[in-house]
């Protein structure tokens, strides 16, 4: 009897345990969390409006100049100090448009030019020691200029190297402006902007003398020696084009897409 009874409650356990594992896979899998959303950042691009301000330094293209002495004996000028420039100034503002690596735009600036009321020279034949006080644009810088310039280039994400070139004016010359610079983008909103871009430029400016004015006066000579001042001409032969180079430091405010 024990040993029917014994069977017996085995095979009811066996049961149990068959009925409880068959309960346990019919119960429902807890699934694993969703992975969480991370928002891409924002990828630059260099499109949009912008200004900003700059300065720099301004030199002629080289440290002599011929001319004409008193209007009859010819010969040289040379700018003792051998840089023969000054600070320029000023601001810009311009529009950027990005196609994949590449960037095109558009520039204007005008800038203010620091000109010394005389620099110390030496005239040459005659070798006399003096100070020579420019009269016009051609023999030292501008008290202003300006330019409206192309620009183009390739961004490797937030650097920008790129060339411009275009229209270079004064209160009473026209030429042209060549150069080019490099700029890094912070994207950060000083002002509103939705970046900050530093960068720095050199420009080679040509201008054209104004071919009306027949007497070609360019400045005085006062020799150390003593004496009045002695004015000087530029000579009716050769270029009459005036070169000068300036290197600057820019800071602009991008306003639009970051």
Known sequence: MKKYLSILLAGVAGAALAAATASAADLPVREAPPAPIIAA???????????????????????DETVV?????????????????????GGQIGYNYQIGSFVVGLEADIQWADTDDGEEVRFVPAGAPGTFVPGEFE??????FG??????????DRVLIYGTGGLAY????????????????LPVNWFGSSAVTFGIEGLWLSFDEDDDDDDGF???????????????FAPGAGSDDNDFFVARAKLNFKFGTY
């Open 218 to 232: 360019v400045g005085t000579f006062t020799p150390d020696a003593g004496g009045p001042p002695i004015d000087v």
């Open 69 to 89: 002495l008193g209007g009859a004996v010819p010969g040289t000028l040379f700018f003792e100090n051998g840089d023969d420039g000054g600070f320029v100034g």
């Open 139 to 144: 023999n030292n810088l501008s008290d202003w």
């Open 41 to 63: 950042a924002p990828i630059f691009t260099w499109t949009g409006f912008y200004a900003g301000v700059n300065a720099g330094w301004g030199w002629r293209s080289d440290d």
């Open 147 to 156: 330019t409206v310039r192309a620009r183009a280039g390739v961004a490797f």
């Open 170 to 185: 004064t209160d009473d010359n026209t030429g042209w402006a060549l150069g080019g610079g490099v700029e890094w983008a």
